[in-house]
């Protein structure tokens, strides 16, 4: 049914005659119409005309076709929605996570972001910043003024040899007072990252990146450091040996008393495994 002509047989001599199966009609020509994406807008905009043409005639539909009117709106804007996210490609990928110890990705799905090395607060220094970070190799800079501050960064190095743990086919001699590499990884696939503590594999449904063993700043330090899963057969970073301590890596080991034992045991090393969906 074409719109022109089915509008010319809504008026007669300034009243409106309109039936209920012209509601009915009107709904089924406005969801047809939506369909053509190119005439949608045009149309609709014509019915709205009409419509308030109809409303000046006053008689008693007044009030059912205002409340057609606005019905109409809501569908058609909701068709026009609904149609528009269908044709919106879904993105895929966009997980990024840390892999502590390692220059290089897991080849199961990842990109490089960027190759860096571990850094973070002396150990011994009061109200340090706590958490570790990642330094890119190749730093880009702002303005400058080379003038000391109040907060400071240090590189990262490994305390503890992990003797017993890791697996070393990536670097043979112990790792002690070696500085940490890192590498920030996005996964191409899957969006959502995790590490979970204490766990050497993911959950179920979730897939494993990488696995490794829980490692942080030592108890006796004075400053603080977060938990970081350092991977189970990592590398040392190029610089190469120097022992300089600034923030340190020693491995967690679990404390039974809050901690519940015996699903837990004393001084017993902690897994981690960093998991995407």
Not at 14 to 32: A, D, E, N
Not at 98 to 103: A, H, M, N
Not at 106 to 128: D, I, K, M, R
Request: some cysteine; charged content about 20%; hydrophobic content about 30%.
């Amino acid at each position: 049914m074409k719109t022109a002509s089915f509008f010319s047989l809504l008026k007669h001599n300034g009243h409106v005659l309109l039936s209920l199966s012209g509601i009915g009609c009107l709904v089924l020509s406005l969801f047809l119409i939506a369909s053509f994406n190119s005439e949608s807008d045009r149309r609709y905009n014509e019915i709205l005309d009409h419509l308030a043409e109809m409303k000046k005639g006053g008689g008693s539909m007044n009030t059912d076709i205002s409340l057609k009117h606005e019905g109409l709106k809501g569908k058609f804007r909701i068709k026009r929605e609904d149609t528009e996210s269908e044709n919106r490609t879904p993105s895929k990928g966009g997980a990024v996570y840390i892999r502590w110890g390692r220059k290089t990705c897991p080849e199961n799905g990842t990109e490089l972001v960027y190759q860096g090395f571990g850094a973070g607060s002396w150990h011994e220094s009061y109200g340090a910043a706590t958490n570790l970070q990642c330094l890119p190799n190749n730093p880009v800079w702002g303005r400058y003024t080379d003038k000391a501050g109040s907060a400071y960064i240090y590189g990262m190095e490994f305390k503890e040899t992990l003797d017993g743990l890791i697996d070393t086919s990536n670097f043979q001699k112990p790792l002690t007072n070696h500085n940490v590499p890192c590498a920030v990884c996005r996964s191409k696939e899957r969006i959502s990252s995790f590490m979970v503590p204490a766990r050497f594999a993911c959950y179920n449904g979730w897939h494993l990146e990488y696995h490794g063993y829980l490692m942080a700043g030592s108890s006796s330090s004075k400053s603080g450091t977060q938990y970081i899963c350092v991977d189970e057969a990592p590398e040392a970073d190029d610089s190469g040996y120097r022992v300089e301590n600034g923030a340190l890596l020693y491995k967690v080991t679990g404390q039974c008393g809050s901690m519940p034992c015996p699903k837990y045991v004393q001084n017993r090393e902690l897994a981690c495994a960093v998991c995407t969906k």
